[in-house]
Structures are given as C-alpha cells and as structure tokens.
C-alpha cells in the first residue's frame, strides 16, 4: 500500500480534525471550570475553599487516563448512551480543569490585594471587583501560561487513542497496523510526529512571542 495516498491522508486528517476540535472543547471548558474553581478557592470561604482544594488535588493526583476511562465507562449509566468521544473530552475537562485552576488561582494571588481596597472604596461588590478588575489582571499575567498548558492539552489528546476514540493518533495505528515494511511504518511515524510538531511548535512561538511583547511593554 502507498503509505501517503489520497485515502490515507483523508483518513488521517479526519482523525486530525477530531483531535483539534477535542483539544478546542477541553481548553474552553477547562479553561471556564478552571477559573471558578481557582475563585472558590480563594475566595469562597471555608466550605468552598475546601471543596474546590478537594477537586484539585484529586484530579492533580491522579492519572488522565483514569478520568478518561471513567467518563467513557461510568456516565453513560447515569447519562445515557452518546458518542465516546465527547465522554472522553468531559473526563479530559475534568482533569485539565484542576490544572487550569492552579494557573489561574497564581495569577489572582499576583494581584495586589489593595486592589480590592481600591475597588470597595468606589462602591464595588465583590462579584464586579473579580469580574471587572481582579480577573482582567490575573489572565493578562498568565496568558504565556495558558498558552503552553493548551500545548500539553493537544498534546494529550493521544490518550484518547487507548478508548479506541478516532483522533489523530489511533487513526494513525490503525494505518500502522497494516503496513509491513520499516520504511513505510518510519515514514508513517514522522508524518504524525511532524503534524503534532507543527501545531505544536506554532503554538510556542505564540507563547514566545507574547511572552516577549509583554514583557517590553513593562
């Protein structure tokens, strides 16, 4: 077989699209979850603190893979029946949330707190004071963080290949599978490597470059 023929690279990067659109998903989700899990934390008293610490260290403590496995297996009892791949993108939001919840949470506790002061003194609750002043300032410090925590997220989506969900990894094993010569598997793998490097290293030097802008800019 041509390793890189018309219906081999269709196959592939349908499964390139799948993974895209997962990675997308998880680092909205996680990215939102994330942000009221790092506010209860902080700022939602003894109970919320202490739930919301809970969840962290759970979901930091344990294996992606495990989450992954549990969402495909276990809410579709309680759920009903539904595509595996989006079971799969919920349990990889559950655990890319408590990641996301201690980068947010590091930018919150780098803002000042005279801040608040600041912002009761003019006549702001606290909801409108981390809306409005608070959260602006701590995303604007971990944009560069964010960024390179979406890189480990794309990356990840390769797990997804051992619940046989169709991203780009598992589409390209089951080409793998049936190729029979070195030179054909080898170049089977450097085409992968070199799609996730590109998005990848893409990604990097946005992070780089953002880096840098903000960097000069104080």
Known sequence: MQVFSAENLLFLWQGLLLTLKIAIFTCVVSIIFGTVLAILRN??????????????????????????????????????????????????????????????????????KGQFEAAYSQGFGKFFTLR??????????????????????????????????????????????????FEEILAMLSLIALWYFVICFSLSILVRYYDKKTRYAF
Do not use: C, H
């Open 132 to 181: 409005f002043i608070i959260l602006p300032q701590a995303f604007r410090n971990i944009v560069p963080s964010l960024l390179s925590q979406i890189i480990t997220t794309f990356k990840d989506t390769s797990f997804l290949a051992g619940l046989q969900i169709a991203e780009l990894t598992y589409q390209s094993k089951i080409l793998l599978a049936q190729l029979k010569s």
């Open 43 to 112: 700022y939602g008293g003894k109970i919320g603190s202490k739930l919301a610490g809970a969840y962290i260290e759970i979901f930091r403590n344990t294996p992606l893979l495990l989450w992954m496995l549990t969402a495909v297996f276990v809410l579709p009892s309680f759920f009903g029946r539904a595509d595996p791949a989006l079971w799969g993108s919920i349990g990889f939001s559950l655990y890319t949330s408590s990641v996301m919840a201690e980068i947010v949470r590091g930018g919150l506790n780098a803002v000042p």
